[in-house]
């Protein structure tokens, strides 16, 4: 179906029954799917259809509920492939969130240290390097530090300049021969800026590094083409993109899938098992170990079907001009001060910002008294938080049924934290 020209914002909150709700007497407003967003009621009827009439197992059964499961599941893995550009489905790994999906690679690069036979690509130890930004989410983070940390490479990082950009100008002197793995943000979830990847990916390139994206606040806001970025994995999460918690997604080559060992083990990733050895699927399954989110991934498939048909190119638009309103109308207020881009140029709809002599948590739990939902702390960002000098930040982040009102409601009851806290 051809996309509209333009979101039409009204009709899509009447998909989503939750915003439809009142805190206190207040109606709800929810600024703060960067943390997870709604769903719209087609993602939960489809849940539903699917648990009421055709729950089973996958893969194991050649009785008709099993078979429906399985054309169930792997149509969702066939669905997300063609939303991302993936040239084959089996490139598609599920998992249960982006946080698992980069810990899959990182533990793949772990596991090789320990196998003579491993492919030299994922080989890590000391001297080598694993390159991340100043602005990443704990998930990007943590797992490179921690893979580091027990094979003896070195990790370094991409810093940020005062404006809240990556500091592209330093990419050749980060990223050098002795780099093996590149990972960092695609969109970041607490400045909002939009990373430019061609550059990092041209360098890596060039000393031979592997390139990943975090893409848990991309993929769900703007068109992304995995071919087109020419990374070799990304990483999201269907519950920032309309869909259910419980099931995340990585990307990754199919050449990249072959050769990395597997991060669980046991049921459904094997081809044969004796007492003394077992040989594992190829991809995806190898990485699947268990009973998968089969409801979720039903859920995750129509939250791509809805996505489909509003295009990714009128979701990224209505969030652009709707990022320049916010901007605009948080300017006015006195005190307040943006951490992160100030301009909707090169940055997503999630505006995080400070206001003076006033903790970011007494700000929230007013904006709560207003039925305004915004999130508040340092957003699994500490080392961006410490960049910019704060310990916490207020977090106000966009989607697709929001609208100006809903700003001017927040703006207008930050005049009253300030009138409050004086």
Not at 61 to 89: M, Q
Request: hydrophobic share 45%.
């Amino acid at each position: 179906m051809e996309a509209a020209s333009k979101l039409d914002v009204e009709a899509i909150r009447a998909d989503f029954p939750i915003l439809q709700r009142r805190i206190g007497d207040k109606p709800l407003a929810y600024l703060d799917s960067a943390a997870t967003s709604q769903k719209p009621v087609q993602v939960v009827e489809a849940m539903r259809r699917f648990t009421d009439y055709s729950n089973a197992n996958i893969s194991r059964s050649v009785h008709t509920l099993g078979a429906e499961a399985t054309e169930a599941y792997e149509g969702a893995r066939a669905k997300v492939a063609a939303f991302i550009g993936a040239p084959s489905p089996d490139e598609v790994v599920f998992t249960k969130n982006s946080t698992e999906s980069i810990n899959l690679m990182a533990y793949a690069f772990q596991n090789a240290a320990f196998d003579a036979a491993a492919d030299p690509r994922f080989k890590l130890g000391p001297g080598d390097e694993v390159v991340v930004t100043e602005m990443e989410h704990h998930a990007n983070l943590i797992p490179w530090q921690q893979l580091c940390r027990r094979t003896g490479a070195t990790l370094k990082w991409i810093g940020i300049t005062d404006a809240g950009r990556l500091d592209v100008d330093t990419v050749d002197e980060v990223i050098t021969e002795r780099c093996k793995v590149v990972s960092f943000v695609h969109v970041a979830n607490l400045l909002g800026t939009v990373n430019p990847t061609s550059q990092i990916t041209r360098r890596a390139r060039e000393v031979g590094a592997l390139v990943g994206l975090d893409a848990s606040q991309s993929v769900p806001h703007i068109p992304v083409d995995v071919t087109e970025l020419g990374v070799d994995f990304i990483a999201f999460t269907g519950h920032k993109m309309l869909g259910p918690t419980g099931i995340g997604v990585l990307w990754a080559k199919a050449d990249l899938l072959a050769a990395m060992p597997p991060f669980l083990t046991g049921g459904s990733m094997i081809k044969t098992v004796t007492m003394e050895h077992t040989t594992f699927a190829d991809a995806p399954a190898k990485f699947e170990a268990g009973t998968p989110p089969i409801a979720e991934a039903v859920g995750l498939a129509a939250a791509v079907d809805y996505l489909d048909k509003l295009g990714m190119a009128n979701v990224r638009a209505h969030e652009k001009e709707f990022a320049g309103y916010m901007l605009d109308r948080l300017e006015t207020v006195d005190g307040l001060q943006i951490i992160g881009p100030r301009v909707p140029i090169g940055r997503s709809a999630t505006v995080s910002f400070t206001i003076d002599g006033v903790h970011p948590h007494d700000v929230g739990q007013i904006l709560d008294a207003e039925g305004i939902a915004v999130r508040v702390g340092h957003h699994c960002a500490k080392p961006t938080c410490a960049r910019f000098g704060v310990n916490a930040t207020t977090r106000a982040s966009g989607y697709l049924y929001n609208t100006h009102e809903e700003i001017d409601r927040l703006v207008e009851a930050l005049g009253q934290v300030r009138k409050v806290f004086g």
